[in-house]
């Protein structure tokens, strides 16, 4: 008995319709979140990711509906986030549906939110977001969608981002988002060893490997992934079966 | 039948509206100490903290309408947070007293391993359950918590392992409640909703 390793598929939003793109860049159609939702919650994900990567204040009803149909779906947790910059907005996701939230630039800004939304929701409702991309022989975190680069070493933010709430480290390597070249394990697993709390793994997901890798020495906790779930180029079933056979505890489904 | 969520400012009524209503039951929430009087079964959900979770209770004055709810035999399920708020105290508010429908504490759990406690687990069952009736041995359940009761006497039927051993099911009478989230934790999760709605309807 011990704590399963999570699966989580990501949808990307433009707070309405699905979207998908390379490196943060080149952004193209990719469905009805709420239909996707459907499909993951039977097919046996662990756990869901929806994300205003638009976050335009503009925008946030659309995306706040968006969590309403997404969440209606459900039978499993929903995260949601996207340009969350204060507490208010938090609470709006929350009670939109979603279970957690994500938060980003804002943090980085004014780390004290994470403190004011972890007294507020819970540390287990504050996921930390972070984008990082190597920089040497170290990351560096970036903002505002991965557009603005910020000096910050990203280790050492997660880890004060932790001691300021934050219950969960989704770490993306934006060397790797959309590539299908693999997980970065070795950024993901410098997050995990610097962090008590659970880390999510994003960018690169292809083959169930690429899975097993991150879980064995990226050290991740959860991984998530979007086009090749939504591309249907790899079934949740096999994805845990595989991971199952080889060792890793996971929720086999249906 | 008429069961009310008891709505006290946080908590997550929204899915556990869902997850009933996906059962075909229909529920109502409940703020009022008028409106907890007159149901047939009680669910308390939560998420937060307990400090808040009490003195959101107290504010509305619903404290002593549930401990009363529960002497006459109103079928009470308590999710996550509304597990730990029967207990007499918590680690996570040293100053706030729990409902005290059992007289132990809530603890905060060791940090041997990640904390939170987040994801899916699964159950070792100690002693005869009513709500994991027709649930395979081998189910995982949606947890999100940091927070534990560590015995609960006779009451813990259920009990999960992440940093310590802690009651993730406990059954007394007619009350019931589960440390993991049961409108998140998939279709064995609607298999427990439905187990306490037919102790609460009198047909288990």
Redesign the interface.
Known sequence: ????H?IIPCLDTDGERVVKGVNFVNLRDAGDPAALAARY?IEGA??LVVLDIAASRDHRPTFLETIRRV??EL???LTAGGGVANVDEGRAILRA?A??LTVNTAAIRNPPLLSALA?E?????VVLAIDAKRAGDRWEAFVRGGSVPTGIDAVAWARQGVDCGA??ILITSMDKDGTRSGFDCPLTAAISRAV???VIASGGADTPETFLEVFREGRA??ALAASIFHDSIQGLGALKRYLGENGISV?Q?G | MNIALVEYGAGNLPSVERALSRLGVESRRASTPEALAGCDALILPGVGHFGALMRSLGERSLVKPLREAVSRGTPLLGICLGLQAMFATSDEAPGDAGLALFPQKVSALPPTDRLPHMGWNQLRRTRPSKLLEGVPQDAYFYFAHSYAALDAGEAGVAFCDHCASFVAVLEQGNIFATQFHPEKSGPVGAQILSNFVRQADGKG
Do not use: C, Y
């Open positions: 008995m011990s704590l399963a999570r919650n662990d756990e969440a209606a039978a499993i947790p549906g279970d957690k007294a929701f819970g540390s287990q409702a219950g969960e008590s709390v659970p906790d959860a929720r489904t």
